[in-house]
Nanobody
Framework: VQLVESGGGLVPAGGSLRLTCAFS????????????MAWFRQAQGKEREFVAG????????KYADSVKGRFTISRDNDKRTVYLQLDHLQPDDTAVYLC??????????????????WGQGTQVTVSS
């Protein structure tokens, strides 16, 4: 399984970005359609933190309180892609954003340890 993120960049406060994560491959027959997908982020000098997650059945997504109402996660199962729309960005949103997959579609899809595969990340920088 490989996850490749794109869409990061430098934006002013209040701006928007759309991150994309492309999923390829499989693990013992399990592929994108089997997986809960999520985005985490890691700011310099800080621990990795959950941002948003969505299970394979596209039930109500889960968001960190800090991004609720500003970020939107979605998935396209035909394209094997998950998106993160970032609106009303703030300088505190500056971080490397990482896409991750849990092929077991665990209910604990906001917990870092549940995830099997990680992308390399894409940098989001928000200027004040």
């Amino acid at each position: 399984v490989q996850l490749v993120e794109s869409g990061g960049g430098l934006v002013p406060a209040g701006g928007s970005l759309r991150l994309t994560c492309a999923f390829s491959g499989s693990d013992h027959g399990r592929t994108f359609g089997s997986a809960a997908m999520a985005w985490f982020r890691q700011a310099q000098g800080k621990e990795r933190e959950f941002v948003a997650g969505i299970r394979r059945g596209e039930v109500i997504p889960k968001y960190a309180d800090s991004v609720k109402g500003r970020f939107t996660i979605s998935r396209d199962n035909d394209k094997r892609t998950v998106y993160l729309q970032l609106d009303h960005l703030q300088p505190d949103d500056t971080a490397v954003y990482l896409c991750t997959a849990d092929l077991s579609d665990s209910a604990a899809y906001d917990t870092e340890g549940e995830f099997d595969y990680w992308g390399q990340g894409t940098q989001v920088t928000v200027s004040s």
